[in-house]
T-cell receptor
Framework: KAGVTQTPRYLIKTRGQQVTLSCSPISGHRSVSWYQQTPGQGLQFLFEYFSETQRNKGNFPGRFSGRQFSNSRSEMNVSTLELGDSALYLC???????????FGEGSWLTVV | GQQLNQSPQSMFIQEGEDVSMNCTSSSIFNTWLWYKQDPGEGPVLLIALYKAGELTSNGRLTAQFGITRKDSFLNISASIPSDVGIYFCAGLPIKAAGNKLTFGGGTRVLVKP
């Protein structure tokens, strides 16, 4: 059974650009969450999608957005990139609320 | 936002030693999860706990869901070099909407020089 798959694994962007990251959850999982991990702030929740609806949102500016497709795959987008957006972006999937949550390997974003 | 207090922040291990770490909170949690993260990788689930008082093992790892529902412990027995990494606790608060995990700050496990 394939795990959570994130693409791309590594990318470098310039300030002001936008970026889209993709996540394919474990087959059958309908909940997809996104987290940002930085050395200074640790793991911070961005948002969660369930059945194509945003169920939760963290305390991030509106430049961070996401969506979920009917096949449960999810994308997150960051517009007008800032240097501080450099981080490891992690996607996690779960069957439903309260079930075990599995993480992907993450997408390393560097903003220069 | 809500935080989990994870301690110790770092520890040195010698092969064969038992080590332990814990997470505490002022809030009540429904679920406790323990992850290990290696450099450049995503967190890998080690143990999941769903009931207060639950004690669960996964090989040399043992974790417990505190009876107050405000804490959890992870023990590693007979440590080996590949136990090096960062261990995170994470929890789902009792009033969480959906799967919004709260994470501890991590325990960095290093090998004694």
């Amino acid at each position: 059974k394939a795990g959570v798959t994130q693409t791309p694994r590594y990318l470098i962007k310039t300030r002001g650009q936008q970026v889209t990251l993709s996540c394919s959850p474990i087959s059958g999982h309908r909940s997809v969450s996104w987290y940002q991990q930085t050395p200074g702030q640790g793991l911070q929740f961005l948002f969660e999608y369930f059945s194509e609806t945003q169920r939760n949102k963290g305390n991030f500016p509106g430049r961070f957005s996401g969506r979920q497709f009917s096949n449960s795959r999810s994308e997150m987008n960051v517009s007008t990139l800032e240097l501080g957006d450099s981080a490891l972006y992690l996607c996690a999937s779960s069957l439903a609320k309260g079930n075990t949550i599995y993480f992907g390997e993450g997408s390393w974003l560097t903003v220069v | 936002g809500q935080q989990l207090n994870q301690s110790p922040q770092s520890m040195f291990i010698q092969e064969g030693e038992d080590v332990s770490m814990n997470c505490t909170s002022s809030s009540i949690f429904n679920t406790w999860l323990w992850y290990k993260q290696d450099p450049g990788e995503g967190p890998v689930l080690l143990i999941a706990l769903y009931k207060a008082g639950e004690l669960t093992s996964n090989g040399r790892l043992t974790a417990q869901f505190g009876i107050t529902r405000k804490d959890s412990f992870l023990n590693i027995s007979a440590s080996i070099p590949s136990d090096v990494g960062i261990y995170f606790c994470a929890g789902l608060p009792i009033k969480a909407a959906g799967n919004k995990l709260t994470f501890g700050g991590g325990t960095r496990v290093l090998v004694k020089p």
